[in-house]
């Protein structure tokens, strides 16, 4: 639990084999762009807002960092002070962020959607687990969306030599559900019965009361009806 978010990050910060990390900040800082990451259930996201006049060396940047990742250490292990540190000040100060996250576990119950990154699951994590995006992660697998006054056709040609040189790989039993290859098969959601949870925290002056129950499942039919 946090791998996900731990890699993403460390692919932002973290440099690529053809250009440094403070090379690739220095450069976003100097053009006034703006790299970021973002890690769901179901999907990964890197976003890309640039000038239509830098758009192109924004796309090199961009593609540098997916198809070449380094993955520095120093920077790795920064990202995962930064992430341990922000899951404890959850834990600590935020009641929401604690109600949420024992609700989702009393839900959802073993499946990915009640797993929560915790202070111990990402002390787990080694820098060489992030390997496993260089072997499972492939041009395939993206969905690329564009928004601005671009040209489609020139779009269409710079996203076409940009990914030229990236190449494929087999997904087949890709695992990414933590570090040290655990969990390669989640536990499926399993409507339980009834359930109450208490979560104690001394010194709160407010409380925090969720109430609700598992939705219908998305391959219904009838879901949408």
Known sequence: EGLAQLLFQTLRTGGSTTRGFREIEEELDFLGATLTTEVHEEFSAITLKILKKDYSRGLEILFSLLKFPAFESSQFLLAKKQFIQEVIRQETESPLDNALREFRRSVYGGSLWGSHPTARSIRRIDREDLEIYKKKMNPGRLVIAVSGDLEPLALFRDLKIQ???????????????????????????????????????????????LVGHLGEARSNPDKYA
């Open 163 to 209: 990914l030229a040189d990236w190449s494929g790989a087999d997904w087949s039993g890709a695992d990414w559900t933590g570090a040290k290859g655990e969990g390669d098969d989640w536990p499926p959601v399993i409507d339980s019965p009834s359930s109450r949870g208490f979560l104690e925290k001394k010194g709160l002056t407010q409380s925090t009361i």
